[in-house]
C-alpha cells in the first residue's frame, strides 16, 4: 500500500490491476505478432489475477453480494480452467484460439462484475455532496472516465427543465443506477430514451423511460453503459436503498427516487 493510501483504495488498485491483466491477455491473444512463449509465460500470473479478483468478491454481507459473488466465481472458474488448460497443452494455433474465445465471452461479465462491486461499495459509503438535480442528473449521465473498455455508449434524451432543487447525493452512485435502469429499459426493446428530473413536493425523481415519438423531450447525451448480468437488478436495490432512495421498476420505464434537501 502507498503512503497515505487508503485500504479500500489499495484493495481496488488491486482489483483493477488484475482486471486490466486479464484485458492485456485478450488483446495479446489477437495480436499475431505475440508468440506462443511469450502468452505461455504470462499464464502463471494470470492465475494470480483471478485469485486477486475472487478475494475482492468475498466477505459478502448482504444477499445481493452474496449473488454477485457466486455469479463472478463462476465466471472466474472458467477463466482460470482455461488458463490452466492452455498452460498444460502449450498455445498452438486451435488451444489459442480456444482460449481468445473464453476471455473474450469472460472479460465484459467480469467488468460488469466488477463496476456493480463497485457501486455497492460507494453506496454503503458513499460520499455525498449538495447538488441540483439538474447539475446531479447530467453529472451522473456524464461520467465516463472510469468505464472499462466493454462498457456502450448509448445516446439518451436529457429532460432537466423541473430540476432546480437541491438534493444530497454521490454522483458516482447514481451515475451506475442510472445505467443500470437505461440498460434494463432497453432490454424491454426501447431504443429512444429519456432521462426525466423531477422536483416534487416530497421528493425527487429520476425517470428512464421511452421518449415521446415526436423526439422533441430534452437534449441528447451519450453516457456509458455496462451489460446487464444476473445480479444487476438486486445490487442496484440494495445501493439505492442504502442512499436513502427508492427504485421502482416497470415494464418499460425504471424510476429512482430520493428525499429533497430543499428548493434552490
Given at each position: 500500500m502507498k503512503k497515505n493510501e487508503s485500504p479500500r483504495a489499495s484493495a481496488w488498485g488491486r482489483t483493477r490491476d488484475a482486471l486490466a491483466a486479464v484485458h492485456n491477455l485478450e488483446t495479446l491473444l489477437r495480436s499475431p505478432r505475440v508468440g506462443a512463449s511469450t502468452l505461455a509465460a504470462?499464464?502463471?500470473?494470470?492465475?494470480?489475477?483471478?485469485?486477486?479478483?475472487?478475494?475482492?468478491?468475498?466477505?459478502?454481507?448482504?444477499?445481493?453480494r452474496t449473488e454477485l459473488a457466486a455469479y463472478a466465481n463462476e465466471r472466474l472458474l472458467v477463466l482460470e480452467h482455461a488458463l490452466n488448460e492452455a498452460g498444460a497443452g502449450g498455445l498452438e494455433t486451435r488451444a489459442r484460439l480456444a482460449l481468445e474465445q473464453v476471455v473474450s465471452s469472460v472479460l465484459s461479465e467480469l467488468d460488469a462484475a466488477v463496476d456493480l462491486l463497485d457501486l455497492s461499495e460507494r453506496a454503503h459509503g458513499a460520499s455525498v455532496g449538495e447538488l441540483s438535480l439538474a447539475e446531479l442528473t447530467r453529472a451522473a449521465l456524464g461520467m465516463v472516465g472510469s468505464s472499462p473498455p466493454s462498457a456502450e455508449g448509448v445516446l439518451v434524451r436529457v429532460d432537466t427543465e423541473d430540476a432546480a432543487c437541491v438534493v444530497l447525493a454521490d454522483p458516482h452512485v447514481v451515475a451506475r443506477v442510472l445505467g443500470g435502469a437505461i440498460v434494463r429499459v432497453r432490454a424491454a426493446g426501447v431504443r429512444d430514451i429519456v432521462v426525466r428530473a423531477r422536483c416534487e413536493a416530497r421528493a425527487v425523481t429520476l425517470t428512464v423511460a421511452p421518449a415521446p415519438a415526436d423526439g422533441a423531450t430534452g437534449s441528447p447525451v451519450t453516457t456509458r453503459v455496462m451489460r446487464r448480468i444476473p445480479p444487476t437488478d438486486a445490487i442496484l436495490e440494495d445501493a439505492v436503498t442504502a442512499i436513502g432512495g427508492r427504485l421502482a421498476a416497470g415494464e418499460r420505464s425504471v424510476v429512482l427516487s430520493f428525499p429533497v434537501v430543499r428548493e434552490k
Open positions: 504470462l499464464l502463471p500470473e494470470l492465475v494470480g489475477s483471478c485469485v486477486v479478483l475472487r478475494a475482492a468478491f468475498d466477505g459478502a454481507e448482504s444477499l445481493a
